[in-house]
């Protein structure tokens, strides 16, 4: 189970960090990501953190601006948002999946989602 917290509203610029809490005891075996939905689109992959943290992908939009992290100690996942834009409005999803395949797409478990919302 996965459950997604950290979203609010705030303005251009700003910074975010949204966490991912896991149960279970087999966090450090999933690869993770984060996706988002924005009004009226589809749900796109945001970044992928590899199991033990040792390598990270992210879309373009994000690069440079947004980082991803996990504490498997903790299994917990992070994502720091920083510089943040009136794009990256959407409702953000954490989710994991085995880590086989390719990392933007085919997870298997999803968190709720949570809402950031960026004024301009």
């Known amino acids: 189970q996965l459950q997604a917290s950290g979203g609010g509203l705030v303005q251009t610029g700003a910074s975010l960090r949204l966490s991912c809490a896991a149960s279970g005891r087999t966090f450090s075996s999933y690869r993770m990501g984060w996706f988002r939905q924005a009004p009226g689109k589809e749900r796109v992959f945001v970044a992928t953190?590899?199991?033990?943290?040792?390598?990270?992908y992210y879309t373009d939009p994000v690069k440079l601006r947004f980082t991803i992290s996990r504490d498997n100690a903790k299994n917990t996942m992070y994502l720091q948002m920083n510089s943040l834009k009136p794009e990256d409005t959407a409702i953000y999803y954490c989710?994991?999946?085995?880590?086989?395949?390719?990392?933007?797409?085919?997870?298997?478990?999803w968190g709720q989602g949570t809402q950031v919302t960026v004024s301009s």
């Open positions: 989710a994991a999946k085995w880590p086989v395949g390719d990392y933007w797409r085919e997870y298997d478990y």
């Open positions: 953190i590899s199991p033990n943290g040792g390598s990270t």
